[in-house]
């Protein structure tokens, strides 16, 4: 493992915009729907408070940021990290993708359908990483768990909104 070097934070930096703009992306199609959409739908009594959602989010980011940099920073010169940092870019727009399907489009299904996919890109997301840098991949591991919860909630959600 590399020593942090004062001229990586750029990289740092670049690596946690980039997840970030991609959840402003879902963000604006999310947030419209939460106070429409979103609040009609019948959920169970387990679903997290709509003010968490924004810490946590914005917690998984940043941590999702700092699991590319660490990757990134082994190299492009490498094509394992290519490809790793490939497989991140996929499993982000999944995300994103995941937004647009299930709040923009009210399509409940279609989300639960994109949230199991995104469960099975970042799993790969993380088993890629692993071999790159084993901090990089056990930081997602709060992402995985996140998007399991997510799933069920999607799930849920789909199962007492026939």
Same mark, same amino acid.
């Given at each position: 493992?590399?020593? #942090?070097?004062?001229?990586?934070?750029?990289?740092?930096?670049?690596? %946690?915009?980039?997840? #970030?703009?991609?959840?402003?992306?879902?963000?604006?199609?999310?947030?419209? +729907?939460?106070?429409?959409?979103?609040?009609?739908?019948?959920?169970?009594?387990?679903?997290?408070?709509?003010?968490?959602?924004?810490?946590?989010?914005?917690?998984?980011?940043?941590?999702?940021?700092?699991?590319?940099?660490?990757?990134?920073?082994?190299?492009?010169?490498?094509?394992?990290?290519?490809?790793?940092?490939?497989? #991140?870019?996929? +499993?982000?727009?999944?995300?994103?993708?995941?937004?647009?399907?299930?709040?923009?489009?009210?399509?409940?299904?279609?989300?639960?359908?994109?949230?199991?996919?995104?469960?099975?890109?970042?799993? %790969?997301? %993380?088993?890629? #990483?692993?071999?790159?840098?084993?901090?990089?991949?056990?930081?997602?591991?709060?992402?995985?768990?996140?998007?399991?919860?997510?799933?069920?909630?999607?799930?849920?959600?789909?199962?007492?909104?026939?």
């Amino acid at each position: 493992m590399n020593s #942090f070097n004062i001229r990586e934070i750029p990289k740092l930096i670049v690596s %946690i915009l980039v997840v #970030f703009l991609a959840g402003a992306v879902g963000t604006v199609y999310t947030l419209k +729907q939460i106070t429409t959409w979103y609040v009609s739908l019948i959920k169970p009594s387990w679903t997290p408070p709509n003010w968490a959602f924004g810490p946590i989010w914005s917690t998984l980011y940043v941590l999702m940021g700092i699991s590319l940099f660490l990757v990134w920073r082994e190299g492009l010169e490498r094509k394992d990290v290519k490809i790793a940092i490939l497989v #991140f870019a996929v +499993q982000l727009v999944i995300n994103v993708l995941w937004s647009l399907v299930f709040f923009a489009s009210h399509n409940i299904i279609g989300g639960l359908v994109m949230v199991i996919v995104l469960w099975i890109s970042v799993l %790969i997301t %993380i088993l890629v #990483f692993y071999r790159i840098s084993k901090p990089a991949a056990l930081i997602l591991i709060p992402y995985l768990i996140w998007v399991t919860i997510a799933g069920y909630l999607n799930y849920t959600v789909f199962l007492l909104n026939p």
